[in-house]
């Protein structure tokens, strides 16, 4: 059986797209200054595209802004709202990376653009690669978790209430964390493929 590839080598070369039912696209704010709330984004597509080189690599995604779940429908009515996400008039939330580092044998820095209620901002993520593993249908996926923050204020989410006591209702800063498996596609497999069959001196060349 084929063993999990985990450590320093990445994903081979071609693009891996999300699996919605095993991807988690987060986010966390505080409430009242010490509670943290959090939600996820339950529609969105997304895909990691493998270059020669980790700098050659870049990612995309795309959410459904009015998928935002906390658990608490007349809370996620007020985050659709233009208090917050205006997905009346902002249906899209999206991220595509303009930069790939490596930081470790396992671990990138990615910096790319976020688009929220038609503004974009840079936004860098921290990526830790968990490895590679076939699944039971023959293909192999690849795991990865990221985290980064934004300041709503921003994308225009001002929207807030003064405590009393001191500080405001909700976080400015939200903590984004995504839990990610990404599906490799056929080429990237045709080509592994394609590879394989050369000659040995032709492969060396």
Known sequence: MEERSTGGD?????TWTLDPNHTVVGAV???????????TFNVFAGA???????EDSWAELEVDAASID??????????RSADFLDVEHHPKITYR???????????????????IRGVTRPVALDVTYEGTFPDP????????SASGELEREAWEMTWNVALEAGGVLVS?????EIEAQ????????????????????????
């Open 172 to 176: 400015k800063t939200i903590q984004l």
């Open 70 to 79: 906390t658990g608490v429908p007349d809370r996620d009515n007020h985050l």
């Open 97 to 115: 990376s303009t930069r790939v580092e490596q930081t470790g044998p396992s671990t990138l820095r990615v910096i790319g653009d976020l688009m």
């Open 137 to 144: 249908w023959g293909g192999r996926r690849a795991a990865f």
């Open 48 to 54: 990691i595209h493998v270059g020669d080189s980790v």
């Open 182 to 205: 990404a599906v490799e596609q056929e080429e990237a497999i045709e080509r592994a493929a394609a590879e394989e069959a050369k000659p040995k001196d032709e492969a060396a060349r």
């Open 10 to 14: 990445m994903p081979r070369k071609g």
């Open 29 to 39: 704010a505080r409430h009242l200054v010490v509670t943290k709330v959090r939600g």
